[in-house]
T-cell receptor, first 117, second 115 residues
């Protein structure tokens, strides 16, 4: 079964600094997708960025980039130029191709990010 | 705003009761997913529907059931509620479902409190 591990329960960063949130995953599949979601204190889940297992380039979306190291099975989220509004819980998630897990997102435990002014 | 709507936003009920959570997917999305977020279990996949048919099942209790209607909205029914069912229930939708490239967009969630 696939597993997502986020080893940092909480992270602190100064405003305007960059921060890396760690995510490692465990799967024997060759084809899978990795997602990052943000959950502010209001509770909604906001999609941030996606990386496919066959993508050769690291994904980027504005201030978000994904440091994808397939051999190490890691997909770390990098947030550049942190803003106060980035304070939230961040989840790493994985989806497999087909099988009984069809369509299922498996989530990590999450990392709480606090941005200090 | 993801385009996925969920009602109600909050629900307070008593043990043993039954509730229905409702979800409308984004326009054009055929797949609907239900997830449960609790403090002890984290975010867990419950069930997926595609165009009215059940497609995948996760850790969904027998007391819970779901369906997707012809207009593609979905309902999650929770019965014989227990204290441990208190959680944030999310609905998500995607265009088809199952592709590793397909993003699931989440609704705002329904916060259920069982007293």
């Amino acid at each position: 079964a696939q597993k997502i591990t986020q080893t940092q329960p909480g992270m602190f960063v100064q405003e305007k600094e960059a921060v890396t949130l760690d995510c490692t995953y465990d799967t024997s599949d060759q084809s899978y997708g990795l997602f990052w979601y943000k959950q502010p204190s209001s509770g909604e889940m906001i999609f941030l960025i996606y990386q496919g297992s066959y993508d050769e380039q690291n994904a980027t979306e504005g201030r978000y980039s994904l440091n994808f190291q397939k051999a190490r099975k890691s997909a770390n989220l990098v947030i550049s130029a942190s803003q106060l509004g980035d304070s939230a819980m961040y989840f790493c998630a994985m989806i497999r191709a087909g099988g009984t897990s069809y369509g299922k997102l498996t989530f990590g435990q999450g990392t709480i990010l606090t941005v200090h002014p | 705003d993801s385009g996925v709507t969920q009602t109600p936003k909050h629900l307070i009920t008593a043990t043993g009761q039954r509730v229905t959570l409702r979800c409308s997917p984004r326009s054009g999305d055929l797949s609907v997913y239900w997830y449960q977020q609790s403090l002890d279990q984290g975010l867990q996949f419950l069930i997926q529907y595609y165009n009215g048919e059940e497609r995948a099942k996760g850790n969904i209790l027998e007391r819970f059931s779901a369906q997707q209607f012809p207009d593609l909205h979905s309902e999650l029914n929770l019965s014989s509620l227990e204290l441990g069912d208190s959680a944030l229930y999310f609905c998500a939708s995607s265009v088809e479902g199952g592709s590793i490239r397909e993003t699931q967009y989440f609704g705002p969630g329904t916060r259920l409190l069982v007293l």
